[in-house]
């Protein structure tokens, strides 16, 4: 069975960063896609940052490009997301998700990140 936890959301001022944590089991990450994605109360879900391990890729949301980072960490089987230069818009809760399809069908429970002064 695949799982996804999510971890490392939190309250942060304006311009400060924060990291996040996927950490998957029961999957190939060589067989996957693995991707973060956010949503705001009242907006739609918006696709921030996803790897694909076999093609080698990385996609970066233009909304957060120079200030997101995504990488994996293969041997501890965990995706992360850095992101810095946090921003009151970025304020969401952020989950991560899998897919061997073209569907995002495996998902994490979420992390709420805040950006408040």
């Known amino acids: 069975e695949v799982q996804l936890v999510e971890s490392g959301g939190g309250l942060v001022q304006p311009g400060g960063s924060l990291r996040l944590s996927c950490a998957a089991s029961?999957?190939?990450?060589?067989?996957?896609?693995i991707g973060w994605f956010r949503q705001a109360p009242g907006k739609e879900r918006e696709e921030v940052s996803c790897?694909?391990?076999?093609?080698?890729?990385?996609y970066t949301a233009n909304s957060v490009k120079g200030r997101f980072t995504l990488s994996i960490d293969d041997a501890k089987r965990t995706v992360y997301l850095q992101m810095d230069s946090l921003k009151a818009e970025d304020t969401a809760v952020y989950s991560c998700?899998?897919?061997?399809?073209?569907?995002?069908?495996?998902w994490g429970q979420g992390t709420q990140v805040t950006v408040s002064s």
């Open positions: 998700a899998a897919r061997s399809t073209p569907v995002w069908d495996r």
């Open positions: 029961g999957l190939v990450f060589e067989d996957y896609a």
């Open positions: 790897v694909s391990s076999s093609q080698g890729s990385i």
